[in-house]
């Protein structure tokens, strides 16, 4: 069994996560739950209370210096990066909370990191959709080959404006941009086997007026190998009374035919209290990334999404800053 | 909008000339114009004795003339207007000859493949105050997309800043789609109808970016792009066209336009259709009457304007706004730069 701490609930996926943790201990016991830690004293008493998590801490260090076996870092964006380092010099495993950082700096200082780390330390970046169904499907079809080579590929990680700290760019290292760019990024790279060479990039302010952050952008890419066109729209344009959160869809173009995929489209349409929504069908991808992760652990093999997949996937948001700053394309 | 007073069938229906009878002459026009009370088919024309030979042949029982010049069209004098459905590069002569002879003009979209030759046809659409030239943006006319257009107007979204545009068919087989002098490739040819709903919707657009290419490998054409516009508001749109598909590819279209207030949306494959046939042996599936589609409401506009002697609902000079910036986008494709869309354009824009 490995024990995980979690490092804090700004992220509002610690709950799925801590709960997930608390399914997987009940059913095939690979993992559990022992620890958390957060800097806001009430949010931690109330949910360790809500998960039933035996060992709190105020203070992260104090969770790093107890024997769990891995943390789950879910604190805001710009504060991962202390949290991962002083989780491997701990020799702490790590699943930690998209995007990794919000600089390249950290990205760099994170791999002096690892270097100098006497353990190994798995690194696990949370991208579950590389645990969903549709995804693998759409991986095998293009390994198979017989769609040719791809020629090009448009992407949407539609979301709807989260609040609290995403709002505020020294927690969350910038806006739409920065918080919905590195799912698609990833899969992008997953399923060409290719890297980002440049970006271009545009946004705006046009739901939320009043933000400091973008609320919507757009990212036109080309592939470093293949050169191929990409593109990306991160935009938090899903709102109140639409039917579903957001999406993750890719089309590709190919040479001998067209592959879409639209992840969360399966669906029951449900009316309740008022409210239609799409209820989804999809897998508890959470569950599934947690799982392999442990198993990865368990088999000392590399997580699904490593530490580097994290990193490349974060450059693409850097480097579509760097662009919006040059008002040019950039290098990735 | 023009006003109706003189209807009600004691108008005399419009004597009009179909000059093409390629695709959008037989297929998109001539079904609906056949259907409709406004129209009286009595000319065709075609610089191909193949085309005119299967025209005949599809259409056995319409007793029209067939010319294989369309000089012969403009010469009677019983016929009111004509519609241009030829090859692109054709448009403007044809079109500026027709308003010559007096002849009211609705033209296929796009206006031409080139800003000169666009010009040259306004210009002489303003030598003749009387006479008609409407450009056949037909999602001006769609009843989907004019819904989106009123609920906007209504309000119901707030302000438009954030739009979506999809549309997809595979490249035509004939050699008009293959090459960029006659097509203009698909963003002038198919991108074209989004880039202008979003002119019509959204105003005017500050600077254009694109990528995309040859995929294909069919010809010399641009047969994909991603498109970007940067409106003069703030807002922004994301446009996508493809002509690199497999032949078996349905026609995919899909608009997204998100307000401040909330979004409106479609998607052409989610079918909503009120009818639809299936025949054994037969391939297509029928789901679209002739009296519901664009190309009937958007000829029923221009049989009205000229009825009734009124403005057409949409000036030919905001179809040349939209040419414009399909060009401003494939200029983009090859200098992978931002293009500025000039102040004295979006002026003219800002006039429609």
């Not at chain 1, 809500?50 to 604190?75: G, P, T």
């Not at chain 1, 390249?104 to 969903?132: G, H, N």
Request: proline share 4%; net charge negative; with cysteine.
């Amino acid at each position: 069994v490995i024990t995980f701490g979690l490092i804090s609930f700004a992220h509002m996926h610690a709950d799925s996560y801590a709960w997930v943790l608390r399914q997987i201990e009940e059913s095939t016991g690979e993992a559990c739950l022992v620890a958390a830690s957060d800097d806001s004293r009430e949010r931690l008493k109330s949910k360790c209370a809500q998960f039933k998590i035996e060992n709190v801490f105020e203070d992260y260090r104090d969770l790093l210096s107890s024997d769990v076996d891995a943390v789950i870092i879910s604190s805001e964006n710009a504060r991962h990066v202390d949290h991962i380092i002083a989780a491997i010099d701990a020799g702490k495993h790590i699943i930690c909370e998209k995007p990794i950082c919000t600089s390249s700096q950290s990205i760099a200082q994170i791999e002096d990191a690892l270097k100098r780390s006497k353990s190994p330390v798995f690194f696990q970046t949370a991208f579950p959709m590389r645990y969903d169904a549709t995804v693998a499907e759409a991986k095998r079809t293009l390994d198979a080959g017989t769609l040719g080579a791809i020629k090009a590929i448009s992407s949407t990680n539609h979301g709807t404006f989260p609040g609290g700290w995403f709002a505020d760019v020294s927690q969350s290292g910038g806006g739409a941009i920065m918080d919905h760019t590195v799912h698609v990024a990833d899969l992008v790279r997953y399923l060409t086997g290719d890297e980002f060479g440049s970006v271009r990039a545009f946004k705006g302010k046009n739901l939320h007026p009043n933000l400091s952050v973008e609320d919507n952008a757009m990212l036109y890419a080309r592939l470093k190998r293949s050169q191929i066109p990409v593109s990306i729209d991160c935009s938090w344009s899903r709102m109140e009374g639409w039917p579903i959160w957001g999406d993750v869809k890719l089309e590709l173009i190919c040479e001998h035919g067209v592959l879409k995929i639209d992840c969360f489209n399966p669906h029951l349409d449900l009316v309740s209290e008022g409210r239609f929504s799409w209820h989804g069908m999809s897998e508890d991808l959470n569950q599934k990334m947690i799982l392999g992760f442990c198993r990865a652990v368990v088999s000392r093999t590399e997580p699904v999404a490593s530490f580097l997949d994290g990193a490349a996937a974060a450059s693409v948001a850097l480097a579509a800053y760097r662009s919006l700053g040059e008002n040019d394309t950039v290098v990735v | 909008m023009s006003s109706t007073k003189h209807d009600g069938g004691r108008s005399l229906p419009v004597r009009l000339g179909l000059i093409g009878l390629g695709f959008a002459g037989t297929v998109l026009h001539l079904p609906s114009l056949q259907r409709n009370p406004r129209a009286q088919i009595v000319a065709v024309s075609d610089v191909s004795e193949s085309k005119l030979a299967e025209f005949s042949a599809a259409f056995p029982d319409l007793k029209v003339r067939k010319e294989s010049e369309y000089k012969a069209i403009l010469a009677d004098s019983t016929i009111d207007a004509v519609v241009i459905a030829s090859p692109t590069p054709s448009h403007a002569g044809i079109a500026i000859d027709a308003l010559k002879s007096g002849k009211h003009v609705f033209c296929e979209k796009p206006i031409s493949n080139t800003v000169g030759d666009a010009e040259r046809m306004i210009v002489e659409a303003d030598r003749h105050p009387d006479l008609i030239l409407m450009i056949g943006q037909v999602l001006r006319f769609w009843p989907e997309y004019v819904q989106i257009k009123k609920q906007i107007e209504y309000g119901k979204i707030g302000e438009p800043v954030i739009a979506r545009t999809y549309r997809a068919n595979p490249m035509p087989l004939s050699e008009f789609y293959q090459r960029d002098e006659l097509s203009g490739g698909v963003i002038v040819d198919l991108g074209l109808h989004d880039i202008d709903f979003l002119s019509w919707v959204m105003g005017p657009v500050k600077s254009v970016f694109a990528q995309g290419g040859n995929l294909s490998g069919r010809g010399d054409v641009i047969d994909y792009a991603q498109i970007h516009f940067n409106f003069e508001s703030g807002a922004i749109a994301y446009l996508e066209t493809n002509w690199a598909l497999p032949e078996n590819f349905p026609f995919s279209t899909a608009i997204e336009i998100v307000g401040t207030k909330g979004m409106i949306a479609a998607d052409n494959n989610e079918s909503r259709a009120s009818f639809q046939l299936t025949v054994k042996g037969q391939k297509k599936i029928a789901s679209s009457i002739a009296e519901l589609n664009g190309y009937h409401y958007e000829q029923e506009a221009f049989l009205r304007a000229v009825q009734n002697k009124t403005p057409t609902p949409m000036k030919a000079s905001a179809a040349l706004y939209s040419l414009r910036l399909a060009l401003a986008a494939k200029q983009s494709i090859k200098s992978n730069k931002l293009i500025e869309v000039s102040a004295k354009d979006t002026a003219s824009a800002r006039a429609n």
